[in-house]
């Protein structure tokens, strides 16, 4: 099991690209079709990997193995997901400092951002459907739409950290469910 959990998040964290929340819908997949927790017990975790500091793929992947194989579960699962970006970022940047200048690469760069945005785009909506039993017709829909653009408005436009809108969206969740 500690080898599964290892290659699972190795894998994932080679494809990781455009951050945690690109790859959400991937582990979830992975996981549930290993039978290791159910859609509704990976929404839990990943609503907890949410509200603790760092990214949101490794928080989620401890707290994945940590629910399969408790704390060596959770480590070997943790050095999995980052393996692959510690050692890509350490060879992209002895490869970018020689290369900066070179516009295909800078022009690389910016051909990520859609892809990228696209993929975050997905885990949101995937995550969103998953939320709601399948269904947008429903009074837990509205109420998730309301606390997903209140929140949207609250950073955006009224600048308030991220992590108060966290907590009030937590409290919202309390009141409307």
Partial sequence: M?????V?????GLISFGGGYAVIALIQRE????????AGQFQELVALAGMAPGSIATNTATLIGYSQMGVIGGIVSTIGIILPSLLIVILFTAFFLRMKSNTWVRSSFYGLRPIITGLIIYAAIHFGIGSTNGSWVSWSAAGMILICAASLIAVLKYKIHPFAVILLSAVGG???F
Avoid: Q, S
């Fill in 2 to 6: 500690l080898g599964e959990l290892f």
């Fill in 8 to 12: 699972l998040f190795l894998k994932v």
């Fill in 31 to 38: 996981i549930t079709e290993k039978g290791w927790v159910t």
């Fill in 174 to 176: 309390i009141v409307l």
